[in-house]
């Protein structure tokens, strides 16, 4: 865990949980649509760990996560502002562990699925989205337009496995959750604040922005294609 302190509104964090990345070819695209829909059912607004940290105070509009994956390289993350971010990050685990155990509420997941699955259809209508997936398809090995079988494939107890193997604090990678708390009062220059950001979630940051970018919208709203189509959001 990293602690550093700065002028800002309200304390902020961001923490990260390595994922094992997948191989290239088909299972890049389930791995990374996978991942999409685990972080949504986990840490999305409708999700009852958001409700729940919500009406404790624990977290505001700011707070969202998502998954990423770049070439050797897989994470889940969340942050946001937070009067305590370790009781968030122990609420993350916590909820992870009961998913993995109780499974994924089936409502929900076809919930998550359908809107993930018409995020991607919408991409359709955009020629630069299509342009830029089906070069990421090409040099991963896989056909992004073969999107629908993809999320037909998966499962509740995908997602709940996807949860029980990656969001963990005492997985196979001893590292596996990594918290960075920014405080308030600080005079430590931003460089060396991005630095130590990027240095704390696998040393790059996600796609599309810098790891130390803040915005008030959620951390999965932020413009990045969604899986399968490219479709930023």
């Known amino acids: 865990e990293t602690v550093l302190e700065m002028e800002v509104s309200a304390p902020q964090f961001l923490a990260g949980f390595k994922c094992a990345p997948a191989a290239e070819g088909n299972d890049y695209m389930r ?21 729940r940290l919500y009406e404790q105070g624990l977290i505001n509009p ?41 499974g994924v509420d089936e409502d929900y997941f076809r919930r998550i699925r ?6 991607n259809l919408r991409g359709l209508n955009s020629f630069e989205n299509i342009a ?24 509740p107890e ?27 009062e600080t005079k430590r220059p931003v460089g060396s604040l991005a630095e130590n950001i990027c240095g704390g979630v696998n040393s790059l940051p996600p796609k599309g922005r810098t790891c130390c970018e803040r915005t008030e919208k959620h951390a999965h709203q932020f413009p990045r294609p969604v899986r399968g189509l490219g479709i930023e959001h």
């Not at 029980?164 to 918290?179: F, I, L, M």
């Open 132 to 155: 830029v997936t089906l070069t990421e398809g090409y040099f991963h090995g896989y056909d992004p337009l073969r999107f629908p079988e993809v999320f037909e494939s998966i499962t």
């Open 158 to 184: 995908d997602v709940a496995a996807f949860l029980k193997t990656n969001v963990t604090a005492d997985g196979p990678q001893p590292d596996r959750a990594e918290t960075i708390s920014l405080w308030e």
């Open 31 to 51: 791995a990374a649509i996978l991942g999409d829909m685990a972080s949504d059912i986990l840490l999305g607004e409708s999700s009852a760990l958001y409700q």
């Open 114 to 119: 359908k809107a993930s699955f018409g995020a």
């Open 62 to 102: 700011s707070f969202g996560g998502a998954f990423e994956m770049m070439p050797g390289v897989a994470y889940l993350y969340a942050g946001g502002d937070s009067k305590d971010a370790s009781a968030v990050t122990d609420a993350i685990l916590r909820e992870a562990a009961r998913i993995a155990a109780e």
